[in-house]
Nanobody, 116 residues
Framework: QVQLVESGGGLVQPGGSLRLSCAAS????????MAWYRQAPGKERELVAR????????NYADSVKGRFTISRDNTKNTVSLQMNSLKPEDTAVYYC?????????WGKGTLVTVSS
């Protein structure tokens, strides 16, 4: 069965950095696009970043361009999100995602809090 497990969240000061990781299992990882989403308090879930199966192409939400970097390691079945220059508005639960055909699969999420 498909399983996605996020890690790396925590409390960080504005301007600081965090690196999130997602461990994937239960599917052929190298065949699929992976993504990070987030949901802030009182807001809808939004796409943060996506990466193609080989890692050859990425895209980002306008709000994080230049600050966040998504990457993947197909030998370890992991996808990461490096977050730099963090702002209070980045505070959210961050979720790892894969879409298999028409079904979306999600991890349980990891909480990122940006506050002084």
């Amino acid at each position: 069965q498909v399983q996605l497990v996020e890690s790396g969240g925590g409390l960080v000061q504005p301007g600081g950095s965090l690196r999130l990781s997602c461990a994937a299992s239960g599917f052929t990882f190298s065949s699929y696009v992976m993504a990070w989403y987030r949901q802030a308090p009182g807001k809808e879930r939004e796409l943060v970043a996506r990466i193609t199966n080989t890692g050859g192409s990425t895209n980002y939400a306008d709000s994080v361009k230049g600050r966040f970097t998504i990457s993947r390691d197909n030998t370890k079945n992991t996808v990461s999100l490096q977050m730099n220059s963090l702002k209070p508005e980045d505070t959210a639960v961050y979720y790892c995602n894969v879409r298999l055909i028409t079904l979306n699969y999600w991890g349980k999420g990891t909480l990122v809090t940006v506050s002084s």
